[in-house]
């Protein structure tokens, strides 16, 4: 295997990404998450991901240089991890009129996204080899992605056969910069896109003399006519707001290359598109806006049957989608409910609860599953932006049911949230959009009768106490690990304390203070005492998951909470021989 790749080492985020977080002033949330972008081992998670993937997207050179976004397919397994630094596509199978190329030491982004339920992850590497149809890349970056702007579809019956691509589609058709009536309506109708950037990296960013290309790509999503599109060429969208982290928009700082890639998910065409592209960081019209995005094409490839896909059944929209326009500059709110604010209540230093009447729904329904999340559209707090928050839905299902309500508990940090905090009072009314998420016990499987650890830090409790009160009244055994910086800031607690107490042989509770005052020391200390709970101090160890869960490779476990927490319980999980197939996560700065 080529070893140069081996020597790229990424410490976290690079210049042109600093720079606007540092434009939209949010350096300490993205601060907070940087670990997770620096070179590490592909996890067994990931592993697993991308082994029954079909279809991987790419970013790459092709002829002349030219940045390309592309995607490849093939069985589930054609996507190898054989061990924490290396991928292998084998067979490598590009369609005809595919603009990309794959040589050895160029670079290579990929992302995988499981449409049927809104997971995307992303790996990076360079060729180390491409000899006999066999691809292999040498990995640099691993990791997942946030959900949002996904929409569901059914691609998986849809894959026409479990062989190869097709080798000859019908036509192929190629421009320059003006665009053609049919492929305007191509990008018309779109619901989703595949955008490439890349940066070269200095030689202090990757650990490597002389530098080095860093390509990325990613999804990108909204309601059909979420982009403009002219015949000159010019592509314009509204950047949503999304974690804090700017690849995409870092990247154009320092670079302004760009490709994208449209897909026919009906009928397995594909439209390439290779040019620049631009940040307008004032420009805020197009709905959900944060900032524009204008892409002048400079080539483009259209392939009719490329993929050998055809979509089942209806698509399920993102319930982030920024609502559609109806006229350019107009909102149309059609698919938002107005719901008032029944109540409010304070948990504890800074999080607050709001409950609030429940939407209308179709009789019979379901309102939500424990640990999914509700949207919300915010039009009155920057002038000509809507914003759009979720937040997880903190009422158990029997709450829910008795009270003809649900509840959200937000901890005041940021805007939107300071917002909620001053100006939402009973009787007033929110944007609500919709339901969503995939973490919650479904996600089990054939587990469904394994204790539950469920590890929380901060806000992160808010989706465990709903998935606590699923597994309790499912009479399924959980083991609860709290963590929070003081008992001042621990929403629930006493809740948590009376279900352990009442519940002693199903629950097991334990809560670890990270911050302890000398006060605070000595209320643990008075506390433990016939409490039901186990009391720790600080971050945490193997030792402390032994002792409250002796059973641990064979529980499943949810954790949730900020990165550097869920990136130390994910190294003590795998150092006590923890599957990672039976770790589940969710990140609130996602």
């Not at 939209?24 to 993205?30: D, F, L, R």
């Not at 204008?294 to 896909?309: D, S, Y």
């Amino acid at each position: 295997m080529v070893a140069q790749s081996a020597r790229v080492q990424l410490a976290g985020y690079h210049p042109g990404q600093i720079e606007v977080q540092r434009r939209e002033g949010v350096q300490e949330k993205a601060h907070a998450i940087q670990g997770l972008f620096a070179t590490r081992p592909v996890s067994e998670q990931l592993q697993s991901f991308f082994g029954i993937q079909r279809l991987l997207y790419t970013a790459t050179r092709g002829k002349h240089d030219r940045l390309w976004a592309s995607v490849l397919f093939g069985k589930p397994s054609f996507i190898q991890i054989p061990n924490a630094h290396e991928a292998v596509i084998d067979p490598l199978k590009q369609f005809n009129g595919d603009p990309a190329q794959y040589t050895a030491g160029s670079s290579v982004a990929t992302v995988g996204v499981m449409f049927e339920n809104r997971r995307r992850n992303l790996i990076s590497g360079i060729v180390a080899s491409n000899n006999g149809g066999k691809l292999h890349l040498d990995v640099y970056q691993a990791l997942g992605n946030c959900p949002k702007y996904i929409q569901v579809r059914d691609l998986g019956t849809g894959l026409l056969g479990a062989g190869d691509c097709i080798s000859t589609p019908t036509t192929v058709i190629r421009g320059d910069s003006e665009l053609l009536a049919e492929e305007q309506k191509f990008i018309a109708r779109a619901d989703t896109f595949f955008m490439a950037t890349v940066h070269m990296a200095s030689a202090a960013e990757v650990g490597m003399p002389g530098g080095w290309p860093i390509n990325h790509i990613n999804h990108k999503g909204g309601y059909p006519g979420f982009i403009q599109v002219a015949a000159s060429g010019q592509l314009a969208w509204g950047d949503y707001a999304g974690n804090n982290v700017f690849s995409t928009l870092g990247n154009l700082t320092l670079d302004p290359q760009a490709a994208l890639l449209f897909i026919d998910f009906t009928t397995g065409d594909t439209l390439h598109l290779s040019g620049r592209a631009e940040v307008h960081w004032d420009q805020v019209d197009l709905p959900g806006a944060q900032r524009t995005i204008i892409f002048q094409t400079q080539e483009w490839v259209h392939v009719k049957g490329a993929l050998p896909i055809k979509q089942q059944g209806p698509v399920e929209s993102s319930p982030y989608n920024p609502t559609p326009p109806s006229k350019p500059g107009k909102l149309q709110a059609s698919n938002v409910q107005h719901l008032q604010c029944l109540s409010t209540q304070q948990e504890s230093l800074d999080v607050m609860t709001f409950e609030f009447e429940l939407p209308q729904l179709p009789a019979k329904s379901m309102f939500c599953h424990p640990g999914q999340f509700a949207s919300f559209d915010f039009a009155e707090i920057t002038p000509g932006k809507v914003l759009n928050r979720t937040w997880t839905i903190s009422s158990p299902t029997e709450q829910i049911r008795r009270r003809k309500s649900f509840t959200i508990s937000v901890k005041k940090d940021g805007l939107v949230s300071n917002w909620l905090f001053n100006n939402m009072t009973p009787g007033k009314t929110i944007g609500f959009k919709g339901v969503d998420g995939d973490f919650t016990l479904e996600l089990i499987g054939s587990m469904a009768h394994s204790r539950a650890l469920l590890v929380a830090g901060g806000i992160g409790i808010t989706p465990m106490r709903v998935l606590l009160a699923q597994q309790l009244a499912q009479q399924q055994p959980a083991t609860l690990l709290y963590f929070v910086r003081s008992l001042a800031e621990a929403p629930f607690l006493n809740e948590f304390i009376e279900a352990a107490q009442s519940n002693r042989t199903l629950l097991t509770l334990a809560v670890s203070v990270t911050r302890p005052s000398e006060q605070g020391s000595a209320q643990i200390m008075s506390r433990e005492s016939g409490s039901g709970v186990s009391w720790y101090q600080g971050r945490i160890t193997a030792d402390m998951v032994a002792q409250i869960c002796p059973d641990i490779t064979s529980c499943v476990v949810f954790q949730c909470g900020p990165a550097p927490m869920m990136q130390l319980v994910t190294a003590t999980l795998e150092n006590l021989q923890v599957p990672m197939t039976h770790v589940f996560q969710e990140a609130f700065n996602f």
